[in-house]
């Protein structure tokens, strides 16, 4: 008898299984950062493939059986990933599965960002179940790329002569994803909130015969979720009796931790292949069937970043898996290092929570300079216009390297990519002077409320996204980080009194809130990513398809003329608080950049735990 088994008197026999877990790629299939075009030694799935092959031969040396899945988010968000008009082949997310040999694959929000047709074009060369429980077909004549669940058989080989055991699988993800990606699926689907999609699919594998039941949740953590139709309901999905396994995603976490615990194995095993997620789940089979006996969850990184926040690779990458993508790399170098353009600045936004961002203000203006002409045939032409931009890296999560960081000089392809990471289409909305406040109000809800005469406290809520903090160019305003949050991360209106945006002003005068207003955005954002409630009445004004990249690109190259914004001042800044000061972090990289900031506004000091850069920021 092998160690994968044990006999008892009881005629009870134990075995295991093991399951290994990725999500959230974003297409970061190779150790290389393409915006800056080098290697980046603590990401992408073909560090995460040394991985797997060692947890493969250790189940092997424990007679285990063992599957591999992904949890979503895969296919775009990298260079790599981009859907290129023309090309031929499989897209690399799917070469990547079959090289693999993933057993299953369970679907994101960003899966769905450019509609179904796109999906189905990616997902047609996967090799192994495609899983969607959360999203059904409105008409029942539409056929869907994916499947609501899977049920896979695998032998135990510590185990001979016992029947396979039978795993059931299903994949959620949030329902508001009819929302953020609403344009591009043409209202073709319905959805089902995270918990009750998933107790339905549990009890339906159950009544199936599946001796375990193994959730792919793409979602995270929130404190705060109650019952109902939430983007992170994890932890109500791991209280639910009939699932005895989960793995998580979305927020790009990593799970174990003992910040917070589970009454049973889950698993987050961060993104952009950071980590392998590895689930080891004892089995016993007794009165003819297997059953699940409990387990742990453990996570086992890919690389780490060190204090000075320099990427160190703890494993190397598989040399098969970069040859089998060999072709797909080369491409997506020639094709991200072409020439775009020229600037006479330096870009970055190791600031941008607290300083003026040339990035972005370029971005607002290649939008307004996109749109300006095209707003008399769109209904808008008397509307002032203004131009909304989020920034795209600003570190967090995906670390201390993750901010744009673009010399002066010749640009090419990659820079433009860069400073727009995802290649989102772009929008126009006609909001009240009201609905502006309240989308400002939304944006402050990044920063962390800060005390009157204090220090240390951190200026930035960790656990409020950085996409999520629009600047509005065309007005200005100040924020006040010293009242409470107006709204919520989920959009609620949480402090009804409370205004953080102050001294809101068009052309030096006061807006009024029953002023009308265009306004340039992203389609992330005016699909209703973020949860800014506020944008849900907004008109949308008809524009032809358009790139934000490519408006960008026309921009720098002088194809469209310069735009007024860029000649307005920055439009915001932080409120004074005489006496108090608050940590900014920010990436190792901004040491380069101080001298941009007044004198005696920051003053570092040191690196973090995590390899980032604090400055004590006075306020």
Not at 508 to 523: C, D, I, K, L, Y
């Amino acid at each position: 008898m092998t160690s994968g088994a044990r006999a008892s008197h009881s005629r009870t026999t134990t075995g295991l299984l093991h399951v290994l877990a990725t999500t959230d790629l974003h297409c970061n299939l190779l150790s290389h950062d393409y915006y800056a075009d080098r290697p980046d030694g603590a990401i992408g799935l073909s560090r995460a493939a040394t991985l797997i092959n060692r947890a493969r031969a250790e189940a092997d040396r424990l007679g285990a059986a063992c599957i591999l899945v992904d949890n979503g988010d895969g296919f775009q968000g990298s260079p790599l990933g981009d859907i290129v008009p023309g090309a031929k082949g499989p897209h690399p997310l799917a070469r990547a599965f079959r090289f693999l040999e993933y057993d299953a694959v369970g679907l994101g929000n960003h899966d769905f960002d450019f509609g179904l047709e796109a999906l189905a074009g990616v997902l047609k060369d996967v090799p192994c179940p495609v899983l969607c429980s959360s999203l059904t077909a409105r008409q029942p004549d539409l056929r869907l790329p994916f499947v609501p669940w899977a049920v896979l058989e695998r032998a135990v080989p510590g185990c001979p002569g016992l029947p396979p055991v039978r795993i059931g699988l299903f994949s959620v993800l949030p329902p508001q994803t009819l929302i953020w990606c609403g344009k591009a699926l043409q209202q073709q689907l319905a959805a089902g909130g995270i918990v009750e999609t998933a107790a339905a699919q549990a009890r339906q594998l159950r009544a199936q015969g599946c001796d375990l039941v193994l959730a792919l949740a793409h979602t995270g953590i929130d404190s705060n979720a109650g019952a109902g139709r939430g983007e992170n309901e994890l932890e109500q999905l791991a209280a639910l009796p009939e699932i005895d396994a989960v793995v998580g995603g979305h927020t790009h976490l990593t799970l174990p931790n003992p910040a917070h615990p589970f009454a049973k194995p889950v698993v987050m095993p961060g993104a952009h292949g950071s980590h392998l997620g590895v689930l080891r789940l004892d089995l016993e089979h007794r009165s003819g069937a297997w059953h699940p006996a409990g387990g742990s969850a453990s996570l086992q990184p890919a690389g780490r970043h060190q204090q000075t926040g320099a990427a160190q690779p703890l494993v190397p990458e598989n040399p098969g898996f970069m040859e089998a993508l060999a072709e797909d790399h080369a491409r997506t170098l020639q094709r991200m290092r072409q020439p775009a353009g020229y600037s006479s600045v330096a870009m970055h936004s190791y600031f941008t929570f607290f300083a003026p961002d040339r990035g972005l203000a370029l971005v607002g203006s290649a939008q307004a300079a996109a749109v300006r002409p095209l707003l008399e045939s769109a209904g808008g032409k008397s509307l002032p216009l203004l131009s909304a931009v989020a920034p795209c890296k600003f570190g967090g999560r995906s670390g201390p390297h993750f901010y744009t960081d673009i010399a002066a000089g010749d640009l090419c392809a990659r820079n433009i990519a860069d400073l727009q990471v995802f290649p989102n289409e772009l929008r126009v909305v006609e909001v009240t002077g009201a609905q502006l406040l309240d989308w400002l109000e939304m944006s402050a809800g990044l920063f962390s409320r800060i005390t009157p005469g204090s220090s240390g406290q951190l200026l930035a809520d960790p656990q409020r996204a950085g996409h999520n903090f629009d600047v509005i160019f065309g007005l200005s305003y100040q924020i006040d980080p010293v009242q409470p949050p107006r709204f919520s991360a989920a959009g609620v209106r949480i402090n009804p009194g409370a205004r953080r945006i102050r001294n809101l002003c068009w052309n030096g005068r006061p807006v009024e809130p029953g002023q009308h207003f265009a306004v340039a955005a992203n389609s992330y954002r005016v699909s209703g990513g973020g949860s800014f409630s506020m944008l849900r009445e907004a008109k949308d004004l008809p524009l032809p398809p358009m790139r934000i990249r490519q408006a960008i690109r026309d921009y720098i190259a002088g194809r469209l003329p310069a735009d007024p914004l860029a000649e307005a001042p920055y439009p915001w800044q932080l409120a004074p608080v005489p006496g108090t000061s608050a940590v900014a972090v920010t990436g190792p990289g901004a040491i380069g950049y101080l001298e941009e900031l007044p004198a005696g506004l920051a003053e570092p000091r040191g690196h973090n735990s995590g390899g980032f850069l604090e400055l004590a920021l006075q306020l």
